[in-house]
Protein backbone atom coordinates (compact mmCIF):
# COMPACT_ATOMS: atom_id res chain seq x y z
CA UNK A 1 0.00 0.00 0.00
CA UNK A 2 0.99 3.70 -1.23
CA UNK A 3 0.40 4.69 2.66
CA UNK A 4 3.06 2.52 4.14
CA UNK A 5 5.96 3.82 2.16
CA UNK A 6 5.09 7.64 3.43
CA UNK A 7 7.88 8.89 6.02
CA UNK A 8 6.66 8.67 9.76
CA UNK A 9 7.30 11.90 12.00
CA UNK A 10 10.55 11.25 14.44
CA UNK A 11 9.08 12.77 17.57
CA UNK A 12 5.83 11.66 19.04
CA UNK A 13 2.79 13.79 19.25
CA UNK A 14 1.95 11.95 22.39
CA UNK A 15 3.97 9.90 25.12
CA UNK A 16 0.86 7.48 24.52
CA UNK A 17 -2.29 6.14 22.83
CA UNK A 18 -4.81 4.55 24.73
CA UNK A 19 -8.00 2.57 22.56
CA UNK A 20 -10.80 1.58 24.51
CA UNK A 21 -13.06 -0.95 22.95
CA UNK A 22 -16.53 -1.95 25.05
CA UNK A 23 -18.19 -4.43 22.92
CA UNK A 24 -22.02 -4.51 22.28
CA UNK A 25 -22.75 -0.88 23.57
CA UNK A 26 -25.69 0.87 22.22
CA UNK A 27 -25.49 4.86 21.20
CA UNK A 28 -28.13 5.42 23.51
CA UNK A 29 -26.38 3.66 26.16
CA UNK A 30 -23.94 6.53 26.86
CA UNK A 31 -24.95 9.09 28.99
CA UNK A 32 -23.63 11.37 32.20
CA UNK A 33 -25.76 9.31 34.34
CA UNK A 34 -25.14 5.56 33.13
CA UNK A 35 -21.84 6.21 31.97
CA UNK A 36 -19.87 8.61 34.07
CA UNK A 37 -16.17 7.43 33.14
CA UNK A 38 -16.98 7.56 29.29
CA UNK A 39 -19.12 10.77 29.81
CA UNK A 40 -16.06 13.00 31.28
CA UNK A 41 -13.92 12.26 28.43
CA UNK A 42 -16.06 13.28 25.94
CA UNK A 43 -16.49 16.28 27.70
CA UNK A 44 -12.31 16.86 28.13
CA UNK A 45 -12.67 16.27 24.47
CA UNK A 46 -15.08 15.47 21.08
CA UNK A 47 -18.07 13.30 21.48
CA UNK A 48 -19.39 12.09 18.23
CA UNK A 49 -22.88 11.30 18.19
CA UNK A 50 -23.03 9.71 14.88
CA UNK A 51 -20.77 7.07 14.92
CA UNK A 52 -20.82 3.89 13.14
CA UNK A 53 -20.48 0.02 13.17
CA UNK A 54 -20.01 -1.61 9.89
CA UNK A 55 -21.44 -5.09 11.19
CA UNK A 56 -22.89 -6.32 14.88
CA UNK A 57 -20.13 -8.90 15.10
CA UNK A 58 -17.05 -8.34 17.18
CA UNK A 59 -14.11 -9.91 14.80
CA UNK A 60 -15.36 -7.91 11.79
CA UNK A 61 -15.72 -4.99 13.61
CA UNK A 62 -12.35 -4.77 15.27
CA UNK A 63 -10.40 -5.55 12.17
CA UNK A 64 -12.47 -2.51 11.02
CA UNK A 65 -10.79 -0.56 14.08
CA UNK A 66 -7.51 -1.64 13.91
CA UNK A 67 -6.91 -1.43 9.55
CA UNK A 68 -8.95 1.01 8.60
CA UNK A 69 -10.75 -1.03 6.03
CA UNK A 70 -13.99 -1.72 5.54
CA UNK A 71 -15.24 -5.71 6.23
CA UNK A 72 -14.95 -6.11 2.40
CA UNK A 73 -12.13 -4.27 2.01
CA UNK A 74 -10.23 -6.36 5.03
CA UNK A 75 -12.45 -9.47 4.14
CA UNK A 76 -13.47 -10.45 7.26
CA UNK A 77 -17.29 -11.10 7.22
CA UNK A 78 -18.33 -12.92 10.16
CA UNK A 79 -16.42 -13.57 13.49
CA UNK A 80 -13.25 -15.95 14.32
CA UNK A 81 -15.51 -18.96 15.66
CA UNK A 82 -16.84 -19.32 11.83
CA UNK A 83 -13.24 -19.33 10.59
CA UNK A 84 -12.71 -16.09 9.67
CA UNK A 85 -9.07 -14.22 10.58
CA UNK A 86 -7.09 -11.34 8.72
CA UNK A 87 -4.85 -11.82 5.91
CA UNK A 88 -1.11 -11.94 6.88
CA UNK A 89 -0.55 -9.10 4.40
CA UNK A 90 -3.21 -6.66 6.14
CA UNK A 91 -1.70 -3.89 8.00
CA UNK A 92 -2.87 -3.00 11.40
CA UNK A 93 -2.33 0.00 13.43
CA UNK A 94 0.06 -1.93 15.71
CA UNK A 95 2.13 -2.79 12.63
CA UNK A 96 2.44 0.81 12.08
CA UNK A 97 3.09 2.11 15.58
CA UNK A 98 6.01 -1.14 16.01
CA UNK A 99 7.53 0.23 12.98
CA UNK A 100 8.02 3.82 14.22
CA UNK A 101 9.35 2.00 17.67
CA UNK A 102 6.47 2.43 20.03
CA UNK A 103 5.67 -0.09 22.67
CA UNK A 104 2.46 -1.90 21.70
CA UNK A 105 0.15 -4.11 23.83
CA UNK A 106 -3.26 -5.94 23.64
CA UNK A 107 -5.22 -6.87 26.39
CA UNK A 108 -8.40 -8.40 25.89
CA UNK A 109 -11.42 -10.12 27.35
CA UNK A 110 -13.51 -12.60 24.78
CA UNK A 111 -12.30 -15.18 21.88
CA UNK A 112 -13.87 -12.85 18.89
CA UNK A 113 -11.14 -10.05 19.87
CA UNK A 114 -8.44 -12.74 20.58
CA UNK A 115 -5.50 -13.79 18.08
CA UNK A 116 -7.06 -17.10 16.19
CA UNK A 117 -9.24 -13.59 14.03
CA UNK A 118 -5.70 -12.20 13.36
CA UNK A 119 -6.09 -9.55 15.91
CA UNK A 120 -2.41 -9.73 17.05
CA UNK A 121 -0.69 -8.62 14.05
CA UNK A 122 1.96 -6.19 15.77
CA UNK A 123 1.42 -5.94 19.25
CA UNK A 124 4.44 -7.22 21.12
CA UNK A 125 2.17 -8.40 24.06
CA UNK A 126 -1.19 -9.88 23.59
CA UNK A 127 -3.26 -11.03 25.90
CA UNK A 128 -6.98 -13.10 26.18
CA UNK A 129 -9.02 -15.85 26.81
CA UNK A 130 -8.57 -19.01 24.50
CA UNK A 131 -11.93 -19.70 24.31
CA UNK A 132 -15.32 -18.01 25.96
CA UNK A 133 -14.84 -14.66 28.06
CA UNK A 134 -12.64 -13.37 31.15
CA UNK A 135 -13.81 -11.21 33.84
CA UNK A 136 -12.86 -7.07 32.59
CA UNK A 137 -10.99 -7.06 35.98
CA UNK A 138 -8.82 -9.63 35.34
CA UNK A 139 -8.11 -7.91 31.39
CA UNK A 140 -7.48 -4.74 33.66
CA UNK A 141 -5.11 -5.80 35.62
CA UNK A 142 -2.85 -7.13 33.01
CA UNK A 143 -3.20 -3.80 30.91
CA UNK A 144 -2.38 -1.57 33.99
CA UNK A 145 1.05 -3.82 35.14
CA UNK A 146 2.02 -3.66 31.35
CA UNK A 147 1.85 0.33 31.27
CA UNK A 148 3.44 0.67 34.82
CA UNK A 149 6.41 -1.06 33.21
CA UNK A 150 6.31 1.35 29.98
CA UNK A 151 8.09 4.52 29.26
CA UNK A 152 7.51 6.44 26.45
CA UNK A 153 6.01 5.82 23.29
CA UNK A 154 3.27 3.35 24.06
CA UNK A 155 0.11 2.72 22.42
CA UNK A 156 -2.18 -0.28 24.18
CA UNK A 157 -5.66 -1.78 23.53
CA UNK A 158 -8.19 -2.68 25.78
CA UNK A 159 -11.23 -4.91 25.01
CA UNK A 160 -14.01 -5.26 27.63
CA UNK A 161 -17.19 -7.59 27.10
CA UNK A 162 -18.82 -6.58 30.01
CA UNK A 163 -22.20 -5.73 27.99
CA UNK A 164 -22.47 -8.52 25.45
CA UNK A 165 -24.91 -11.31 26.30
CA UNK A 166 -25.35 -13.39 28.69
CA UNK A 167 -26.33 -10.04 31.03
CA UNK A 168 -24.75 -11.03 34.67
CA UNK A 169 -24.04 -7.73 36.25
CA UNK A 170 -23.36 -7.71 39.65
CA UNK A 171 -26.22 -4.67 40.64
CA UNK A 172 -28.55 -3.63 38.30
CA UNK A 173 -31.17 -0.70 38.54
CA UNK A 174 -34.49 -1.03 37.93
CA UNK A 175 -36.72 -4.54 37.42
CA UNK A 176 -35.43 -8.39 36.45
CA UNK A 177 -35.39 -7.92 32.93
CA UNK A 178 -32.63 -7.90 29.81
CA UNK A 179 -33.09 -4.19 29.70
CA UNK A 180 -32.30 -3.67 33.23
CA UNK A 181 -29.22 -6.01 33.17
CA UNK A 182 -27.74 -4.93 29.97
CA UNK A 183 -27.61 -1.34 31.12
CA UNK A 184 -25.74 -2.60 34.79
CA UNK A 185 -23.11 -4.31 32.58
CA UNK A 186 -22.50 -0.92 30.78
CA UNK A 187 -22.61 0.91 34.09
CA UNK A 188 -20.00 -1.49 35.60
CA UNK A 189 -17.79 -1.72 32.48
CA UNK A 190 -17.27 2.17 32.09
CA UNK A 191 -17.17 2.04 36.52
CA UNK A 192 -14.44 -0.45 35.97
CA UNK A 193 -12.75 0.97 33.02
CA UNK A 194 -12.59 5.05 34.10
CA UNK A 195 -9.24 4.20 36.28
CA UNK A 196 -6.87 3.24 33.62
CA UNK A 197 -8.59 5.94 31.14
CA UNK A 198 -8.01 8.74 33.83
CA UNK A 199 -4.18 7.46 33.91
CA UNK A 200 -3.76 7.42 30.83
CA UNK A 201 -5.04 11.34 30.36
CA UNK A 202 -3.10 12.28 33.26
CA UNK A 203 -0.11 10.92 31.82
CA UNK A 204 -0.73 13.47 28.83
CA UNK A 205 -2.15 10.82 26.25
CA UNK A 206 -4.29 10.20 24.13
CA UNK A 207 -7.51 8.15 24.48
CA UNK A 208 -9.80 6.60 21.83
CA UNK A 209 -13.14 5.56 23.71
CA UNK A 210 -15.75 3.35 21.29
CA UNK A 211 -17.46 -0.13 20.61
CA UNK A 212 -17.55 -2.69 17.98
CA UNK A 213 -21.32 -2.48 17.86
CA UNK A 214 -24.66 -2.32 19.72
CA UNK A 215 -27.40 -4.80 20.33
CA UNK A 216 -31.05 -5.24 20.06
CA UNK A 217 -33.22 -4.80 22.99
CA UNK A 218 -36.78 -4.89 21.99
CA UNK A 219 -36.65 -3.46 18.51
CA UNK A 220 -37.12 -6.68 16.71
CA UNK A 221 -38.88 -9.52 16.93
CA UNK A 222 -36.24 -12.27 18.85
CA UNK A 223 -34.30 -9.38 20.64
CA UNK A 224 -31.01 -9.97 22.20
CA UNK A 225 -29.64 -10.82 18.19
CA UNK A 226 -27.01 -8.43 17.05
CA UNK A 227 -25.56 -10.64 15.11
CA UNK A 228 -28.83 -10.98 12.65
CA UNK A 229 -29.45 -7.60 12.85
CA UNK A 230 -28.61 -4.21 10.64
CA UNK A 231 -30.72 -2.16 12.49
CA UNK A 232 -29.10 1.78 13.72
CA UNK A 233 -29.35 0.13 17.32
CA UNK A 234 -26.98 -2.43 16.10
CA UNK A 235 -24.79 -0.31 14.10
CA UNK A 236 -24.32 3.09 15.82
CA UNK A 237 -21.84 3.33 18.44
CA UNK A 238 -20.43 5.79 21.27
CA UNK A 239 -17.27 7.13 20.52
CA UNK A 240 -15.55 10.18 22.52
CA UNK A 241 -11.86 11.47 21.53
CA UNK A 242 -9.63 13.12 24.09
CA UNK A 243 -5.79 14.26 24.86
CA UNK A 244 -3.79 17.29 24.20
CA UNK A 245 -4.64 19.21 20.96
CA UNK A 246 -7.81 17.65 20.93
CA UNK A 247 -11.01 20.15 20.57
CA UNK A 248 -13.63 20.03 23.12
CA UNK A 249 -17.36 19.46 22.54
CA UNK A 250 -19.94 17.39 20.54
CA UNK A 251 -19.42 16.19 16.91
CA UNK A 252 -22.56 15.75 15.02
CA UNK A 253 -20.83 14.88 11.68
CA UNK A 254 -21.05 11.27 10.37
CA UNK A 255 -18.19 8.70 10.93
CA UNK A 256 -17.53 5.45 11.01
CA UNK A 257 -15.20 2.50 13.11
CA UNK A 258 -13.13 3.07 9.97
CA UNK A 259 -11.60 6.60 10.48
CA UNK A 260 -10.48 5.00 14.20
CA UNK A 261 -7.35 3.47 12.67
CA UNK A 262 -6.38 6.89 10.62
CA UNK A 263 -7.15 8.56 13.65
CA UNK A 264 -5.15 6.80 16.00
CA UNK A 265 -1.65 7.58 14.10
CA UNK A 266 -2.64 10.77 13.41
CA UNK A 267 -2.64 11.33 16.92
CA UNK A 268 0.51 10.36 17.27
CA UNK A 269 2.01 12.01 14.49
CA UNK A 270 2.41 9.09 12.43
CA UNK A 271 1.68 9.83 8.90
CA UNK A 272 -1.43 8.20 7.14
CA UNK A 273 -3.34 9.38 3.88
CA UNK A 274 -6.87 8.13 5.01
CA UNK A 275 -9.67 10.89 6.30
CA UNK A 276 -9.65 10.50 9.91
CA UNK A 277 -12.59 10.97 12.55
CA UNK A 278 -12.02 15.29 12.60
CA UNK A 279 -11.58 15.55 8.33
CA UNK A 280 -14.14 12.87 6.88
CA UNK A 281 -16.58 13.73 4.75
CA UNK A 282 -20.34 11.01 4.76
CA UNK A 283 -23.65 11.55 4.17
CA UNK A 284 -24.30 8.22 4.40
CA UNK A 285 -23.22 4.82 5.91
CA UNK A 286 -23.02 0.92 4.64
CA UNK A 287 -23.08 -1.76 6.39
CA UNK A 288 -24.32 -5.32 6.81
CA UNK A 289 -26.03 -8.05 9.50
CA UNK A 290 -23.74 -10.71 10.65
CA UNK A 291 -26.23 -13.27 9.36
CA UNK A 292 -29.19 -15.03 8.36
CA UNK A 293 -31.88 -16.39 10.71
CA UNK A 294 -35.11 -16.38 9.26
CA UNK A 295 -36.86 -16.50 12.59
CA UNK A 296 -35.87 -13.17 13.19
CA UNK A 297 -35.44 -11.22 10.01
CA UNK A 298 -38.46 -12.33 7.87
CA UNK A 299 -37.45 -14.35 3.99
CA UNK A 300 -33.82 -13.99 4.35
CA UNK A 301 -31.75 -16.56 2.49
CA UNK A 302 -29.74 -19.02 2.82
CA UNK A 303 -29.47 -19.17 6.66
CA UNK A 304 -26.07 -18.39 8.27
CA UNK A 305 -22.99 -16.12 7.48
CA UNK A 306 -23.86 -15.86 3.74
CA UNK A 307 -27.21 -14.78 4.06
CA UNK A 308 -26.86 -11.22 5.38
CA UNK A 309 -28.88 -8.04 5.04
CA UNK A 310 -26.88 -4.99 3.52
CA UNK A 311 -28.25 -1.83 4.16
CA UNK A 312 -27.47 1.79 3.50
CA UNK A 313 -28.65 4.14 6.25
CA UNK A 314 -29.24 7.45 4.53
CA UNK A 315 -29.57 11.28 6.47
CA UNK A 316 -33.42 10.28 6.66
CA UNK A 317 -34.34 7.17 5.56
CA UNK A 318 -32.98 3.66 4.71
CA UNK A 319 -32.50 0.60 2.25
CA UNK A 320 -32.15 -3.27 3.07
CA UNK A 321 -31.07 -5.82 0.55
CA UNK A 322 -32.24 -8.64 2.01
CA UNK A 323 -31.23 -11.88 0.09
CA UNK A 324 -34.14 -13.65 -0.49
CA UNK A 325 -36.23 -10.79 -0.47
CA UNK A 326 -35.12 -7.90 -2.20
CA UNK A 327 -34.56 -4.29 -2.05
CA UNK A 328 -36.62 -2.89 1.53
CA UNK A 329 -36.89 1.08 1.69
CA UNK A 330 -35.46 3.89 -0.42
CA UNK A 331 -34.57 2.87 -3.91
CA UNK A 332 -32.23 6.11 -4.10
CA UNK A 333 -30.09 4.09 -2.01
CA UNK A 334 -29.47 1.96 -4.23
CA UNK A 335 -25.73 3.16 -5.86
CA UNK A 336 -24.28 2.75 -2.40
CA UNK A 337 -24.81 -0.81 -2.15
CA UNK A 338 -22.30 -0.60 -5.18
CA UNK A 339 -19.41 -0.30 -2.77
CA UNK A 340 -20.43 -3.24 -0.07
CA UNK A 341 -20.11 -6.49 -2.42
CA UNK A 342 -21.87 -9.76 -1.22
CA UNK A 343 -20.09 -12.11 0.38
CA UNK A 344 -19.12 -15.76 -0.91
CA UNK A 345 -17.28 -18.48 0.32
CA UNK A 346 -17.84 -18.34 3.70
CA UNK A 347 -14.88 -20.33 5.69
CA UNK A 348 -16.15 -23.48 7.51
CA UNK A 349 -16.38 -22.57 11.41
CA UNK A 350 -13.79 -23.78 14.14
CA UNK A 351 -15.89 -23.67 17.70
CA UNK A 352 -18.24 -25.92 18.86
CA UNK A 353 -21.41 -25.21 19.43
CA UNK A 354 -21.42 -25.10 23.04
CA UNK A 355 -18.50 -22.60 22.78
CA UNK A 356 -20.20 -20.16 20.91
CA UNK A 357 -23.36 -20.52 22.86
CA UNK A 358 -21.30 -19.46 26.31
CA UNK A 359 -20.13 -15.79 24.31
CA UNK A 360 -23.74 -15.28 23.59
CA UNK A 361 -23.85 -15.92 19.90
CA UNK A 362 -26.63 -18.71 19.19
CA UNK A 363 -25.25 -19.82 15.37
CA UNK A 364 -27.86 -21.01 13.31
Known amino acids: MLWLLLSCSKTPKTPGVLLVTLDTWRADHFSEALTPEAWAVGERGARFSDAWS ?9 ATI ?14 NHHGYALAEDAVTVAERFREAGWASAAFVSAYPAGPEGGMTQGFEVFSG ?5 RPTAETLAEARAWLDQQGAPWFLWVHAYDPHGPYEPLDWDGEDSDK ?16 LVREALARGSHVIWTSDHGEVLDEEKCGVQHERSSHEVVLRVPLVV ?14 GLSEVGPTL ?25 GM ?6 SGCAPEGVLGKDRVVHGPDSKLVDRPGVGLLGDHALAPHLLEWPVPSGAPTGTVEADQARALG ?3 P
Open 180 to 195: ARYAGEVRQADRLLGP
Open 66 to 79: LTGDLPPGHGLRAN
Open 265 to 289: LHLAGLEDPRADLFTVERTVWVGES
Open 292 to 297: CDPRCT
Open 54 to 62: PMGLTTPAH
Open 361 to 363: YMD
Open 129 to 133: PDSGE
Open 242 to 255: AGPGVSRGPVDRRV
